[in-house]
């Protein structure tokens, strides 16, 4: 059993592993059973309040995305080229990081995820780029899939939903005008296609939400399931259950968060918020749980 899977299992009470049990359900299909859950994540986090906020050097001030490993090292990376940075969150030291392809390939990237030893990187398009970690300086071989998600999907957002065994896909922009989609790849070669999950904006609107809202970040709660989203257009984050219930609605200031595009939990269970440059350098910001 990995990490985050073990996370979500020892946060059940023990009623609610014996429901499971009698009615043969998997991990991800009642939230609520989680005592973690019994809090909102503005409630385990103060987010006026930050553990430590890190300026990041000019070859991320587009910074995109943010991805933690298995042994709770966090990555990141732009928006125009395809180079991986490793940051420090003691120091907010960034590595030299590591490039796809010779030279580094360019494009429109919007979202990491770390499977393992594996790393994806997703462009607006929805083309999917896997490699594995490369020395600092160095380049990394990669394989390419287009998930045809580019007609119907400006893909911003990427995260690996471990119960599910899915790479999340949020999109920014759809056709669907009514409501927030996120798809759902299944890794596994033999998995059954999912279709994508679909929030109603009116939802998000009843929870105190903004008429849209436009996905720029994904990531998994490890100790709820929650899956949570952040959207820098309207200065949000959204907190919904694995099937799509709303769950909270956070409302960022600006002076915080000028720029927010990428979301991760760290080590530790910790929060970050990475923000584009704006006259500043772009940041990245940790919040502690409460």
Known sequence: MTVRAALLRSSMTPSCRAARLLLGLGTALIPACTDAQSQTLPARYDLERHQARHG??????????????SDGRVF??????????????????????????????????????????????????????EFREAEPGSSAAYEETDTGLGESCEVEGLAWHEVDGTLLLACKQT???DHLVIHRLPLGASSSPLGPMRVPHAQIRAAGGSREFNAS??????????????????EQILEITDDG???SLYRLTKSRHPR???????????????????????????????
């Open 56 to 69: 990041m050097p000019a070859p991320l001030d587009e910074i995109s995305g943010l991805a933690l490993t």
């Open 76 to 129: 990141a990376h732009d928006d125009e080229e395809a180079v991986i940075y490793q940051v420090d969150l003691a120091t907010g030291t960034v590595s030299a990081g590591f490039q796809l392809g010779d030279p580094a390939l360019k494009g429109d990237f919007e979202g990491i995820a770390v499977v393992g030893d594996r790393f994806f990187l997703v462009s607006s398009t929805g083309i999917l780029y």
């Open 175 to 177: 056709p669907d005008e």
């Open 217 to 234: 970040a994904i990531a998994v709660d490890p100790r709820s399931g929650h899956l949570i989203l952040l959207a820098a257009r309207q």
């Open 245 to 247: 219930e709303v769950v």
């Open 260 to 290: 927010p595009e990428g979301l991760e939990f760290g080590p530790g269970g910790t929060l970050l918020i990475a923000d584009e440059r704006d006259e500043n350098s772009a940041t990245v910001t940790v919040y502690a749980p409460r």
